[in-house]
């Protein structure tokens, strides 16, 4: 079947308007294949971590190795488009999301491209032990002698700073004759690690906190966390299936122990095995049991979890996360796996976000925990963790959570000391995090900032291990929770006849640029640090926009619409009420200007601004520095009030009062008003308004002039007052 006649297809199977006048665009863009870009090698496959390491062997020849080949995504500026608009509440195709099936047709690789590589592969040698039904991935087996003649390279062994013996090639892979974007598993560099931390004692050991929890041996009970996080009582995630990204096994007796020792329901578990992984519990058990209980815990009432469990290796670890995507079973799926981002190969991280974009066109919220070392993700350098970078995922961040009683209401919280986050080095700001960022903060305004929101990771929580009873924390806590409180959400939204939440930040996001509803919704975290980054009003690189108050958040959430922005008046001190001894950031050309007297009364409140006036001629100026933000999205929309009255009796233009937005560098005048003067003097103040079509404004600093020029000796006076320049962001 041609690429034409699939996008028909989707075309017929689709009745909204919008999606047929996306879909027309995409084929007239290009229905033929793309062809293999002529590069020399393939970039992104030599780890970071080598620069630090020293080689010590060859790899033997004869050894097999286990190969994902990354197959390069269709018209992916389209894709990109298309997520977009698939989050925007005002977009004709919002929630409208894609089968796997639809994804595929629309932005992989064709059946013929897929069945070329796998012939290729086949014919120097490869086994091909795997296919996706996506086509993005195609897995196989060849010894390490057949795959370095293939990519034109040598695989080495080496020793990195820690120890640790890992697998790397000498150079990057030479670009074969078919489409390739990477090959995943040509070195072993990435150790995919969980972060669960387990207490030697029944509260925090980052910090000793309160003994905060009813349940065993102080640990917080699933019942805790609700009461803390003020989670609705109406839904339980009926109906909703939850999923788990994990690389180690566990043992279900744990988990019925836990839902009987709660009285909670049995939730149906279905493992999904990968690549082979036989599903027994080893060193990372704990983590799998922790994400399961929490999951369990807080959303009681879902229908199942399905645990995929695959091994871990780099392909062990891309082919788990494709299968979650080309199930499209589980709409909330979380993973407390991870590898600091400087670490994790690029070819991965690629890879990775391929498949995150395939999941977010499809409607599945995904949440990743950051990380526990703080803002050094790595140990050594500031650094933030893979995949909780990611653009496509939400990360989860942690803090330390105060109760006013064990199992009682939320008291205060602050960031955690080990709470993973910081600034990517491979991703730009998304669109969801611009105009989000204080300089307070020490985020970045170019680059992805990490975490997106937070939760408990220090308090201890009761798990059964081994049919034992541990209190363990640490940022692993906080992804499974935030994918449970997701399907009450989802939950709420079938009931309200909507479409599943689908990738959270667009949302999450919106409301935070809602005053009134971020405080509603959010905890927001202003004490504490990550050992760089500080706790701030608003996001910060240790929370991020905070913890959920569930209840409030999930009606939002669970809302048609999302709450409008919070325009900020940009101009400071706007309505001169900090009087004339402090006028600032206001300058002033004389200090009588700053007015409180009966003779010309302020629009609101105790003073204003009074030009004019004189009895000769005379020039005032009122004027202060405004900086607009960097990411205008909206338009710049300016007000004040002004009023007029004049002693002139002529019916020409004698003196004037100029509003003008004037480069403090140059002097250009960039954005003005029409001119006021004696002729338009009345009663009472009139309301003047102007809205400029312009972005050009964005991240500059310019000068609001406001100038009175009075010719004679006959006065007029120009009373100002509430200015206000607002944006959308």
Not at 299 to 320: F, K, M, Q
Not at 354 to 372: E, L, N, P, R
Not at 395 to 409: H, I, W
Not at 616 to 639: A, K, M, N, R
Request: hydrophobic share 35%; glycine share 8%.
């Amino acid at each position: 079947m041609s690429r034409c006649t699939q996008l028909c297809n989707v075309l017929r199977s689709n009745r909204a308007y919008g999606w047929v006048l996306f879909l027309v665009t995409i084929v007239l863009t290009s229905t033929r294949a793309v062809a293999q870009a002529p590069l020399q090698r393939l970039p992104g496959h030599l780890p970071s971590i080598m620069a630090l390491s020293h080689p010590v062997a060859r790899t033997e020849p004869n050894e097999v190795l286990s190969l994902t080949l990354v197959l390069p995504l269709h018209h992916q500026q389209q894709l990109q488009q298309l997520i977009q608009r698939l989050y925007d509440p005002s977009d004709p195709l919002y929630g409208h999301y894609l089968t796997p099936q639809q994804f595929t047709a629309l932005f992989s690789p064709t059946p013929q491209e897929y069945a070329q590589v796998a012939s290729w592969a086949q014919a120097q040698g490869f086994r091909v032990v795997g296919t996706h039904r996506n086509r993005l991935l195609l897995d196989v087996e060849a010894p390490a002698s057949t795959v370095e003649k293939t990519f034109g390279l040598h695989l080495l062994q080496f020793v990195g700073p820690d120890g640790r013996l890992f697998r790397a090639p000498d150079r990057n892979p030479e670009a074969p004759p078919v489409p390739l974007a990477g090959v995943v598993g040509l070195d072993t560099a990435a150790d995919i690690h969980p972060f669960v931390h387990v207490f030697s004692q029944a509260y925090n050991v980052f910090g000793v906190g309160p003994r905060s929890g009813t349940g065993p041996n102080g640990g917080l009970s699933p019942s805790d966390i609700k009461t803390a996080y003020s989670f609705p009582t109406a839904q339980t995630g009926a109906g909703q299936t939850l999923g788990l990204l994990e690389l180690d096994g566990y043992n279900p007796s744990d988990i019925l122990g836990y839902e009987n020792y709660f009285h909670l329901p049995n939730v149906p578990l279905q493992n999904v095995l990968i690549d082979g992984f036989d599903g027994k519990p080893g060193s990372g058990a704990i983590e799998v049991t922790f994400d399961i209980e929490l999951m369990v815990g807080l959303a009681p009432g879902a229908s199942r979890i399905l645990v995929y469990e695959g091994p871990n290796t780099a392909s062990g670890y891309i082919d788990t996360w494709a299968r979650i995507a080309n199930d499209n079973l589980a709409k909330q799926v979380s993973t407390s796996w991870g590898v600091p981002e400087d670490q994790m190969p690029p070819s991965i991280i690629q890879a990775e976000n391929i498949i995150f974009m395939q999941m977010a066109t499809q409607g599945q919220t995904v949440y990743a925990a950051s990380g526990d070392n703080g803002a050094y993700d790595d140990g050594t350098t500031l650094s933030v963790d893979d995949p909780a970078s990611q653009p496509y995922m939400v990360g989860t961040g942690g803090t330390r959570l105060y109760t006013v009683s064990p199992g009682g209401a939320w008291s205060q919280e602050i960031g955690s000391v080990i709470s993973g986050g910081g600034i990517s080095a491979v991703w730009s700001i998304p669109s969801y995090q611009q105009g989000m960022i204080s300089a307070a903060s020490k985020g970045s305004t170019t680059m992805r900032n990490v975490p997106d929101v937070a939760l408990n990771s220090d308090i201890g929580y009761a798990v059964l291990l081994k049919g034992s009873w541990i209190n363990v924390g640490g940022t692993s806590a906080c992804a499974p929770s935030w994918a449970a409180f997701t399907a009450l959400v989802n939950e709420a939204r079938a009931q309200a006849n909507l479409p599943p939440l689908g990738f959270a930040n667009p949302a999450l996001y919106a409301i935070a640029r809602n005053a009134t509803h971020y405080a509603q919704d959010f905890h927001d975290i202003t004490i504490g640090n990550n050992k760089y980054y500080q706790a701030v009003p608003g996001y910060d690189d240790v929370t991020g926009l905070g913890t959920p108050i569930a209840a409030n958040l999930l009606t939002d959430l669970a809302s048609a619409s999302l709450p409008s922005p919070t325009p900020t008046n940009l101009v400071g001190n706007p309505g001169f009420e900090q009087g004339a001894s402090n006028p600032a950031p206001w300058q002033v050309s004389s200090p009588s200007i700053i007015n409180d007297s009966p003779q010309e009364p302020p629009h609101s409140g105790q003073w204003d601004a009074w030009l004019g006036g004189h009895n000769q001629p005379q020039t005032d100026t009122l004027e202060q520095l405004v900086t607009f933000p960097t990411y205008i999205t909206g338009i710049p929309s300016f007000s004040f009030y002004l009023h007029i009255d004049t002693q002139q009796r002529t019916n020409r233009v004698v003196d004037t009062l100029t509003v003008q937005f004037v480069d403090p560098n140059t002097g250009r005048v960039m954005w003005s008003l029409p001119t006021f003067s004696n002729l338009n003097a009345r009663p009472g103040y009139f309301y003047v308004r102007g809205a400029y079509r312009t972005t050009a404004f964005s991240g500059k600093t310019l000068l609001l002039r406001i100038t009175a020029r009075q010719t004679t000796n006959v006065p007029t006076n120009f009373v100002v007052d509430d200015f206000s320049l607002t944006i959308n962001q």
